[in-house]
C-alpha cells in the first residue's frame, strides 16, 4: 500500500501547526500570570511552597517558571528568599497607570477629599467580576489612620467602593459601610463615570470607625459625590455636572 503523502506547502506559506502544538505554550504562559497575581500579598505568602500551593501548581513546576520570571526581571527575590515583584514588572505596571485616564486625574480630588475630610482618600477600579484594587491614596495626616491597602484585591461585595463600582448610591449618589473589609474600618465611596456612560471608577474616604460619626458620614459622602461627578465631567460622562467648591472640614 503506498503511503499517504504529506500535503505540499505553498513556498512562503506559514506552516500549519500541529494538533496540541499552541496547548502546552498557552498553558505554560498562564501559569506564569497566575504566579505573578501571587506576589501581591505579606512576605509569608510569597515564599515558594506557598506561591505554589496559592496557585495549585507543583513545587518544581513553580520553581522552574519562577526561575524564568526572574531572568526577564519581572520577578525578583528579596534577602529572605520571598519572591516580589520584579522592576521590569513594576514598569509595565506604571505605564499601564499612566495610560489610565482616570489615574491621572484623580490626584487633585483625592487630595482635596483627604484635606477636607481629614482622612485617606482613594481610587479604586474593578480588577475582576468579584474584586477591585486601589490604584492611588492620599493618606490621611494624622497618626491613626487608615492602613495602605494599594494594590490589593478587595471584595466588591464587602467594599464601599465595591458598592459604588456596580453603581449602588443612595439618593445624594454615594454609598456607606461600616466594618467593611476589615473591621474597624468605615467608607464612604461614589462612582466616577466615563464618556460611554458607565462606571469605571470609585472614589472614597476611608477611615477607623470610632472616628467616623453619621454626621461625618453624611458630610464626607457629599464630599466624594461631588468630586466623583467633577472627575466625571472631565472624562466627558454625559450628564455629569461639575459640582461647587469642596466644602472644608468645621
Given amino acids: 500500500m503506498a503511503k499517504k503523502q504529506a500535503p505540499l506547502l505553498t513556498p512562503g506559506a506559514p506552516a500549519r501547526p500541529q494538533p496540541g502544538a499552541e496547548r502546552l505554550p498557552v498553558r505554560a504562559i498562564k501559569r506564569a500570570f497566575d504566579l505573578l497575581a501571587a506576589l501581591d500579598g505579606p512576605p509569608a505568602t510569597r515564599t515558594l511552597s506557598a506561591i505554589a500551593r496559592n496557585v495549585d501548581l507543583p513545587i518544581s513546576t513553580a520553581a522552574r517558571i519562577l526561575a524564568t520570571l526572574e531572568q526577564t526581571g519581572l520577578v525578583r527575590r528579596e534577602f529572605g528568599g520571598q519572591y516580589a515583584p520584579g522592576i521590569r514588572l513594576l514598569q509595565i505596571g ?38 477591585a484594587i486601589y490604584l492611588r491614596q492620599v493618606v490621611s495626616d494624622n497618626p491613626v489612620h487608615h492602613a495602605s491597602w494599594l494594590g490589593l484585591l478587595l471584595p466588591i461585595n464587602k467594599t464601599a467602593v465595591g458598592d459604588a463600582l456596580a453603581g449602588k448610591t443612595n439618593a445624594q449618589g454615594y454609598f456607606a459601610r461600616r466594618d467593611t473589609f476589615a473591621a474597624g474600618v468605615t467608607a464612604v465611596a461614589a462612582p466616577v463615570y466615563g464618556a460611554g456612560g458607565g462606571v469605571v471608577a470609585a472614589f472614597s474616604i476611608t477611615g477607623p470607625s470610632f472616628r467616623m460619626s453619621e ?36
Fill in 94 to 131: 506604571l505605564s499601564a497607570l499612566k495610560a489610565t485616564n482616570v489615574y491621572e486625574l484623580s490626584e487633585p480630588h483625592l487630595r482635596h477629599l483627604s484635606e477636607a475630610s481629614g482622612e485617606t482618600a482613594n481610587l479604586a477600579v474593578r480588577a475582576d467580576a468579584a474584586n
Fill in 215 to 250: 454626621r461625618d458620614l453624611k458630610r464626607f459622602g457629599i464630599m466624594v459625590s461631588a468630586q466623583a461627578r467633577a472627575a466625571s465631567a472631565e472624562l466627558g460622562a454625559p450628564n455629569a455636572t461639575t459640582p461647587p467648591a469642596i466644602v472644608r472640614p468645621v
